[in-house]
């Protein structure tokens, strides 16, 4: 303790007690190191997933404190503590040493096994399992990011306190003399580095932006997207508005829905200032939910049970499930619309199921035409009033009476690829081929199961270069009508009403078997047997007017890439919108938005792209989920770009983006951009992160021009833009520590030795002593103190 501070000790006696509390605790060595400590497990918890947190913990007394405490109780016993002795005057009499050294060993066993317990039982625990990679600021709760997690109030209020400990106890402790310098300058140093880093917490930014080739129609861009603030964008008309999601979760899923379990959210866009700017008070918008990691995928709902879709056309639709006879399993189930060929059939190897709304009269009858066998052809011929049903096989040959027509069945099973027709894309389908000869000319008829109105007929066209090897495709000869009928498999038909689904009706034909028809009661029924269990489909749902949505599908969590985990690239974001109706009546919409990384049409796929929504009495809306747009103090143009691969591959080596730089304020520039080595322009930082790769499956991806360069690969480059707030300021006080610890620990301790030996030469010469403070604050400085050798930072 110097004498300086023993001096400042007594004259503290002097102020009341909390301030005299208050200034001693802040000059203490011991404050210091309490919050240094704070900051390291500050900095733990932050890195740490919780799942090895808690693991640590319960190893820590398990493995640690438990064989502790046994080790403790048997020093205790073997040293006599807790043996009583029944005379007082009698010395306690010690045991031996077999109890303690046993007691020692079972404390160790069972430490040991209680550590192999726990490491079983949290393997076992699924909560374990799903936290391996959660930290703390990833809990509901906290949902930031890591960086706004160091720059938190508890980690600022900390650093707060340290600063001022660190510059209270420096003036109270420290004597401000020439050879004190190292240590000044070392306690300088950690305050302004502790500073910079506050203000680099404070004030940094980063993002990036997107820039499209000049000479490809790219124009300049004077703003970018922060790397980790999400917002919503809204277009109307020629007005279009910006609202940053500061409080927006990052990493679980919510939904102000009471009646699932997820945590409530409710954000109300329409309360901000820029909102009314554009719709007033005539729409409301709350962002009612959101999910962290999914995607959107269609899903068919009843748009008469929900006010925000159009009910105008019928499209009736029914939900199967299958199950046993008492219930039916959504999972194993899903719905059939009638007026779409390739929703309104489910096809296993074992049987089919088929949906029917009104079909024409010609339909139905075939569908409960008997014959033998598993293939049969209907036949008609309406000039000559002729209707037969035939049992078909390949090579067979019909004659069709006294019609002249004959009929032979060439091909009979698969039609061995899917439709590609609007509406029956990716649908499958069994034909019968079947050459027909009417007495004067030959052709082939390809009549479909499933699909009758997709059959064929293939007429030879030896002249037609532009006919087939089956001849020209023209539709069916209308004189004749063949109807194939494919019983190879149980098939079950479904048949209701365009606007009336209560009641159904079933056919059911069966290999072999003569057809099933009547109304389906119970809306059920069996299909056949698995696993000596019979399986019975149930009907779920019932829906007059399908609509087809976009509806969020939460990943889980062993499917997500934790790297994506946070970043929003997989985020889907409700917005409920709310209006009136020019009759009063309510209108309310959710939509449901995919995460776009820039909100810009040109880099919109399927499912991450602006959603355009008309609503009564506004008229149409464009709403976007991106990232919050920082405008830049001047624009920036993309020249070229270049990528440069290793020589003889395709694999990049370098990219190099020419910038011409417009500052409105300033000289304009043109410039650079490369790989690790960045264009800096009035504080801001402009690294290459990305470029456009371009589509691999299009032949022009690989064109080049006379220099060798890719053409249609390089459309627009992607530049990284930040800022260095603070940096300057870390790294004078990074300088500082460096430049005063080799004073501190080696130019200090030689000033004091010389002094020491100057002293000790005065008083063997017979000089008058110095005065006593003087002495002992020599004394003092002749072994430097650990705080100030800068050890305390």
């Known amino acids: 303790m110097s004498a300086k501070y023993q001096r400042i000790k007594k004259q503290d006696l002097l102020l009341p007690a909390p301030l005299r509390w208050l200034t001693r605790a802040f000059s203490s060595i011991t404050l210091a190191v309490v919050l240094l400590t704070l900051v390291i497990l500050f900095g733990t918890v932050a890195s740490v997933p919780i799942a090895f947190l808690v693991k640590g913990m319960l190893y820590g007394l398990f493995g ?303 569908l409960l035409e008997s014959f033998e066998g598993e293939h049969g052809l209907v036949v008609e011929i309406p000039s000559a009033k002729y209707r037969e049903v035939f049992s078909i096989a390949k090579g067979k040959t019909i004659q069709c009476g006294d019609t002249g027509y004959t009929l032979t069945i060439e091909a009979i099973g698969p039609y061995g690829m899917s439709f590609a027709t609007r509406g029956y894309e990716k649908a499958r389908d069994t034909r019968a081929m079947v050459q027909i000869n009417d007495g004067e000319k030959t052709y082939r008829r390809l009549t479909m199961h499933r699909y009758p109105e997709r059959s064929q007929d293939f007429v030879p066209a030896p002249d037609d270069p532009n006919a087939g090897p089956m001849g020209k495709r023209t539709a069916p000869n209308n004189e004749i009508i063949l109807t194939y009928l494919d019983t190879s498999k149980p098939q079950f038909h479904l048949i209701a009403e365009r606007r009336n689904l209560k009641e159904i009706q079933l056919i059911a034909r069966l290999p072999g078997r003569k057809p099933i028809a009547g109304t389906l009661e119970n809306a059920k029924f069996p299909i056949g047997t698995a696993g000596g269990q019979q399986i019975w489909i149930h009907i779920s749902e019932r829906m007059t007017h399908a609509a087809r949505i976009l509806e969020p599908h939460i990943t889980p969590k062993a499917e997500r890439k934790p790297k994506d985990e946070g970043t929003y690239l997989h985020a889907l974001l409700p917005i409920d919108l709310e209006t009136q109706m020019p009759d009063g009546s309510p209108w309310k919409k959710r939509i449901w938005l995919g995460h776009m990384r820039y909100p810009i049409p040109e880099y919109a796929d399927a499912f991450h792209a602006p959603v355009d929504v008309t609503v009564p009495g506004i008229g149409k809306i464009t709403v976007s989920f991106s990232r919050k747009r920082i405008m830049l103090p001047f624009s920036l143009t993309l020249k070229a770009f270049e990528m440069q691969p290793y020589p003889g591959s395709d694999i990049p080596a370098d990219f190099r983006s020419t910038l011409f730089v417009n500052d409105p304020g300033g000289d304009d520039l043109t410039g650079d951009t490369r790989l690790n080595n960045p264009l800096i322009y009035h504080g801001f930082k402009l690294s290459q992160t990305g470029w456009d790769p371009g589509n691999p499956r299009d032949p022009k991806n690989e064109a080049k021009d006379e220099h060798g360069r890719y053409i249609n690969q390089q459309r627009f480059s992607i530049l990284g833009v930040g800022n260095n707030a603070g940096i300057r300021i870390i790294f004078v006080g990074s300088c500082l520590i460096v430049a005063g610890i080799p004073w501190a620990f080696y130019v200090k301790p030689l000033l004091v030795r010389r002094k020491k030996l100057a002293i000790q030469q005065e008083l063997a010469g017979g000089a008058k002593p110095p005065k006593s403070d003087d002495v002992k604050d020599r004394a003092d400085e002749a072994v430097p103190s650990p705080v100030a050798a800068g050890e305390r930072a």
């Open 64 to 366: 640690g404190v438990l064989p502790a405490c046994f080790i403790v109780l048997a020093y205790l016993i073997g040293t006599g503590r807790l043996t009583k002795s029944d005379d007082a005057k009698q010395p306690k009499k010690k045991p031996g040493l077999l109890l303690p050294i046993g007691m020692v060993f079972c404390g160790i066993a069972i430490g040991a096994l209680a550590v192999v317990m726990v490491v079983q039982v949290t393997a076992e625990m699924e909560w374990f399992r799903l936290q391996q990679a959660t930290v703390i600021y990833r809990m509901p709760a906290l949902e930031m990011t890591e960086l706004e997690f160091y720059s938190w109030w508890p980690m600022k209020l900390i650093l707060g306190l340290f600063v001022i400990n660190m510059v209270w106890a420096t003036i109270r402790r420290i004597e401000f003399k020439f050879e004190n310098i190292g240590v000044l300058t070392v306690h300088t140093g950690i305050v302004v580095l502790t500073m910079g880093s506050i203000l680099y917490g404070r004030y940094k930014l980063e993002g990036d932006t997107i820039l499209w080739r000049e000479d490809l129609g790219g124009t300049a861009v004077n703003s970018f997207y922060d790397g980790t603030t999400p917002a919503v964008y809204l277009a109307h008309d020629t007005k279009n508005v910006m609202l940053a999601l500061e409080d927006l979760p990052r990493y679980n899923d919510y939904d102000n829905d009471p009646s699932t379990p997820l945590p409530d959210l409710s954000i109300e866009l329409h309360q901000s200032d820029a909102f009314k700017e554009v719709f007033g008070n005539k729409l409301k918008a709350t962002v009612g939910g959101f999910v962290a990691y999914g995607e959107l995928e269609p899903a068919w709902v009843d748009a008469a049970k929900r006010g925000d879709l159009n009910t105008q056309f019928p499209n009736p639709a029914i939900q199967l499930a299958m199950g046993d006879e008492n219930k039916g399993h959504a999972e194993f189930g899903r719905p059939l619309i009638a007026f779409l060929p390739s929703e309104r059939v489910v096809e296993e190897s074992a049987w089919a199921i088929e949906f029917l709304s009104t079909p024409s009269q010609t339909r139905l009858q075939a």
